[in-house]
């Protein structure tokens, strides 16, 4: 399998020439959806989710909550799947798990969103907006490393409980290269985990 990492929270899959995309939205670029046949949606924010891209790639199939599906009201209801914690599915190849049910707090006076991580392929999970810890083994973890509800020390613990083989920088578009130089030295020194930050349209195979 093959991890591209794009802007902020964008990351495409890619096996066996069949590609699936994760958290398309407004802060990441639409080229990665190109020739992708599916789309994973962790959570509705709009930097995970863009409806105008959806609505521009007619094609793809869709997996999300029930919250973010409500939102697609222009999208062909046939495309999107609505999955929830504990459920597994077949996308473009790949067979996902579904783990967790609700975004971290950004603040006690906000409302909490629904938020689901996915397992992909038994190795790799993206977790979306929250510390979802899975119940086996993580290969490759994508870690998120810049937020409003996070702190280093989070991202830290995180990596330390989850102990992945790799952990890869993820929702890390909010800083600037000075704040990522400082996140990237903290938990490449502090995680236990090979860590690393994948720039824009880079790519590791896992």
Same mark, same amino acid.
């Given at each position: 399998? =093959?991890?591209? !990492?794009?802007?902020?929270?964008?990351?495409?899959?890619? !096996?066996?020439?069949?590609?699936?995309?994760?958290?398309? @939205?407004?802060?990441?670029?639409?080229?990665?959806?190109?020739?992708?046949?599916?789309?994973?949606?962790?959570?509705?924010?709009?930097?995970?989710?863009?409806?105008? !891209? $959806?609505?521009?790639?007619?094609?793809?199939?869709?997996?999300?909550?029930?919250?973010?599906?409500?939102?697609?009201?222009?999208?062909?209801?046939?495309?999107?799947?609505?999955?929830? =914690?504990?459920?597994?599915?077949?996308?473009? @190849?790949?067979?996902?798990?579904?783990?967790?049910?609700?975004?971290?707090?950004?603040?006690?006076?906000?409302?909490?969103?629904?938020?689901?991580?996915? *397992?992909?392929?038994?190795? *790799? *999970?993206?977790?979306?907006?929250?510390?979802?810890?899975?119940?086996?083994?993580?290969?490759?973890?994508?870690?998120?490393?810049?937020?409003?509800?996070?702190?280093?020390?989070?991202?830290?613990?995180?990596?330390?409980?989850?102990?992945?083989?790799?952990?890869?920088?993820?929702?890390? @578009?909010?800083?600037?290269?000075?704040? $990522?130089? $400082?996140?990237?030295?903290?938990?490449?020194?502090?995680?236990?985990?090979?860590?690393? =930050?994948?720039?824009?349209?880079?790519?590791?195979?896992?």
């Amino acid at each position: 399998m =093959r991890v591209v !990492k794009f802007t902020h929270a964008l990351v495409r899959l890619e !096996k066996d020439d069949r590609a699936l995309v994760i958290d398309p @939205g407004t802060f990441s670029e639409e080229e990665p959806l190109d020739g992708a046949e599916a789309v994973l949606i962790t959570h509705e924010h709009t930097d995970h989710l863009d409806t105008d !891209k $959806l609505d521009r790639h007619p094609d793809l199939q869709i997996w999300t909550n029930a919250a973010v599906a409500a939102l697609l009201t222009n999208v062909d209801p046939d495309r999107v799947h609505v999955v929830a =914690r504990g459920d597994r599915f077949s996308a473009a @190849g790949f067979e996902v798990g579904v783990y967790g049910e609700e975004h971290e707090v950004i603040h006690p006076d906000l409302p909490i969103v629904p938020n689901i991580g996915f *397992f992909v392929d038994d190795s *790799f *999970f993206h977790p979306g907006d929250a510390f979802t810890v899975p119940d086996r083994p993580v290969d490759t973890l994508m870690v998120p490393t810049s937020a409003p509800w996070l702190r280093v020390a989070d991202s830290i613990d995180y990596v330390r409980v989850v102990q992945p083989r790799l952990a890869l920088s993820v929702h890390d @578009g909010l800083m600037n290269d000075i704040g $990522l130089g $400082l996140v990237d030295n903290l938990l490449g020194g502090l995680s236990g985990a090979d860590y690393r =930050r994948l720039t824009s349209g880079s790519s590791v195979d896992i």
